[in-house]
């Protein structure tokens, strides 16, 4: 089990701002685990009474609909905090989170957090102002849903993935995710999904393997209308 003062992820998130003995601290109470692609970290609804560390790993943040259907809202990655909002609004989660690949992750009492949130103002702020990000990023998907086309937010999509994962050796995203996964981001039927990527396969915008998608013109499915 790594130490979090030691621990390179910390850099990518609000716990850079902890002292020393603060991490610690947080090191002597926190517990690490491994999580299997496609199980479910926590549910909507659910208590989740802490945080969660990436430490390796992507996973889904997941909003259930009212027609029943699963709406992607954020793909989680190395380095990144879960459930710091459940947290200072002491709700329960209104997300839920699964895992896309295999994760490392570390789990943080809540007590233990609301002790650095409430003595170290720095902390804090850090919170705060990837909170606010987050909702940031929240107000352009809702402006995307509405203003711009499923063809729009697909292409996106592929985009966003290509430029957060990067590519393997062969030029495929590195992150693979079913039709499903993309019409549940897009929000659209899997049907659609399909249909789409199919004509961007006939207009050389990419190429398919199985699930895997390799985009090969950037520029063109950028201007995608």
């Given at each position: ?21 603060e ?55 190395k ?34 957090i ?26 352009n ?37 079913s ?22 396969k ?10 895997q ?13």
């Amino acid at each position: 089990m790594s130490n979090c003062e030691q621990c390179i992820v910390r850099q990518f998130n609000s716990l850079k701002s902890l002292t020393k003995d603060e991490l610690i601290r947080i090191s002597g109470c926190k517990t690490s685990k491994t999580i299997k692609k496609g199980q479910l970290i926590f549910d909507e609804g659910e208590n989740v009474n802490g945080v969660y560390c990436i430490r390796e790993g992507i996973c889904k943040l997941t909003k259930l609909s009212a027609n029943g259907r699963d709406q992607i809202v954020k793909l989680v990655v190395k380095g990144d905090l879960m459930g710091q909002r459940s947290l200072v609004s002491e709700e329960v989660t209104n997300l839920s989170a699964t895992a896309l690949s295999e994760m490392e992750v570390c789990f943080i009492p809540k007590h233990e957090i609301m002790k650095d949130l409430q003595g170290n103002s720095n902390f804090s702020l850090d919170v705060l102002q990837h909170m606010a990000k987050d909702l940031r990023e929240a107000d352009n998907v809702i402006v995307n849903m509405a203003q711009k086309s499923v063809r729009q937010r697909l292409a996106e999509a592929l985009l966003y993935i290509h430029r957060t994962f990067g590519t393997t050796d062969e030029g495929m995203l590195r992150v693979i995710l079913s039709r499903e996964d993309y019409a549940n981001i897009v929000g659209t039927a899997t049907e659609s999904i399909i249909r789409i990527l199919s004509q961007f396969k006939k207009d050389d915008l990419i190429t398919t393997k199985g699930k895997q998608i390799k985009i090969e013109d950037l520029e063109a499915l950028g201007r995608i209308e």
